[in-house]
């Protein structure tokens, strides 16, 4: 979360300013701009029809990559952590990047368990996996539905809101940081500086050293004083973290399991709200609110595009010489949309579970990570539908914004308004 920028890996490639693109004779995409906002998927689509299973792409500031859209190139890179490795010192463009980069938080980051290879990413995930198996289900939905109730409770008798700012980033904001051990005093300033840190404003800079002082001090505390919460657990493993180990895979926790959850929330709801039939069967008992949630990482994964592989050596791939210190970026996305394994999208993505949107292979996201997120995404809509059934949107489909982010898809507003509610949740 630091987005310090790393230094060289021993023996790595000395980057190549002038390379421009890494497909020679090849004009890359970018991958920024309207189109990667508003529609994505027909810049999937128009990429996959130019190159296949991976095309070259442009990131902000004109830095060049490969977008790996193939589901199966997808899993080959995902699988082989040797050829394509996460250590981000391997990247051979570092000296091409400005020091204001917008995306430098995906790539010069702390070394925390994702980063890591072999033995060491295997220790430091099995710390925190086993730390996060612990948390009790029944206690996570019933937190889960008090946050709930108590965010609603603000809203409820106006009779209009914005869930994405009023709910969905807030939900898992707040449920998430109490599991980990944050003290509730906290957890409303750091849900303000998490917000900033993910705005990328001048004011970002001061709320990452915020936000890091205070997981610092978490850390800190459970290593000198566990307790029965995720922090506490992973502090006391026997593996025997130091303090700033847990402080770098608790930051990674916090800075990315709410923002992804709260938009695979806001877009399960944005779906219900602007798809007469998606609603109808959801209201009518033909979907669980658990299948709705899988069609949506089918769909409209809230995780697009992961940065983060970096090749060790000169290869091949999808019929593209692959150089080493390329970087590569799993395109979730796309992959999920692949008419190779979903020639039927709508039909096959009913009950199917295979999709790419928590990653693949040993590095996706720890288990069980997945099932946690999808107990605060699907309580966080019960609830919400239990309190206010009549919710409908406030402006037309067409007005609704997406974020401005390669990584991320979700809304910046989703304007609703319903009959004002004056019953206080449980």
């Known amino acids: 979360m630091t987005g310090t920028r790393p230094a060289a890996a021993e023996g790595g490639r000395s980057p190549d300013p002038a390379r421009s693109c890494p497909a020679e004779g090849r004009r890359a995409m970018p991958l920024h701009g309207p189109r990667m906002q508003q529609a994505p998927a027909g810049l999937y689509q128009e990429m996959r029809e130019q190159f296949g299973g991976i095309a070259p792409v442009e990131l902000d500031g004109g830095v060049p990559a490969w977008l790996v859209l193939g589901y199966h190139e997808i899993q080959q890179v995902a699988a082989n952590g040797e050829l394509f490795a996460r250590d981000p010192r391997l990247w051979s463009g570092w000296e091409t990047v400005p020091e204001d980069w917008g995306l ?6 702390v070394r925390s368990v994702g980063l890591l290879e072999g033995a060491e990413h295997r220790r430091r995930a099995r710390v925190l996996g086993e730390a996060m198996d612990q948390v ?12 709930a109730d108590r965010l609603i409770d603000e809203f409820a008798a106006t009779g209009s809101a914005d869930l994405i700012a009023q709910y969905t980033h807030r939900l898992p904001m707040r449920v998430i940081a109490e599991v980990l051990g944050v003290p509730p005093a906290d957890i409303p ?19 990452l050293e915020r936000f890091v002082a205070r997981i610092r001090q978490l850390a800190r505390d459970r290593i000198a004083e566990p307790r029965d919460d995720v922090a506490g657990r992973m502090g006391a493993h026997e593996e025997g973290l130091n303090e700033q180990e847990l402080a770098d ?17 806001g877009n399960a709801l944005r779906l219900m709200l602007t798809d007469p ?16 949630l899988g069609e949506v990482l089918w769909e409209d994964t809230p995780t697009q595009n992961y940065i983060g592989r970096f090749a060790t050596r000169d290869t091949e791939l999808g019929g593209f010489r ?29 009950g199917n579970s295979a999709f790419l949107s928590f990653g693949t292979s040993d590095r996706g996201c720890p288990q069980p990570a997945p099932e946690l997120a999808e107990i605060i995404a699907r309580t966080g809509i019960e609830v919400l539908l239990d309190r206010l059934p009549d919710l409908e949107l406030a402006v037309r489909p067409d007005e609704l914004v997406w974020e401005q982010s390669m990584y991320l898809r979700g809304l910046t507003a ?5 009959n004002p509610s004056y019953l206080v949740g449980a």
Not at 193 to 202: N, P, Q, W, Y
Not at 414 to 418: A, Y
Request: glycine content about 8%.
């Open 104 to 109: 430098m938080s995906y790539v010069g980051r």
């Open 249 to 265: 895979d608790l930051s990674t926790v916090l800075g990315t399991a709410p923002p992804t959850t709260g938009h695979w929330i």
């Open 322 to 350: 692959i150089s080493t210190g390329d970087m590569l970026i799993l395109g979730l996305a796309p992959g999920n949309s692949d008419p190779a394994v979903r020639p039927n999208s709508t039909a096959d993505a009913v």
């Open 277 to 292: 039939d998606f609603a109808a069967s959801l209201g009518e008992g033909r979907r669980s609110t658990t299948k709705v």
């Open 189 to 207: 300033d750091l849900e303000r500086d998490l917000g900033l840190l993910l705005e990328m404003t001048e004011e970002s800079y001061a709320a």
């Open 136 to 147: 009790d289900r029944f206690e996570l939905q019933r937190l889960c539905e008090q946050v």
């Open 414 to 418: 989703l304007p609703v308004r319903f």
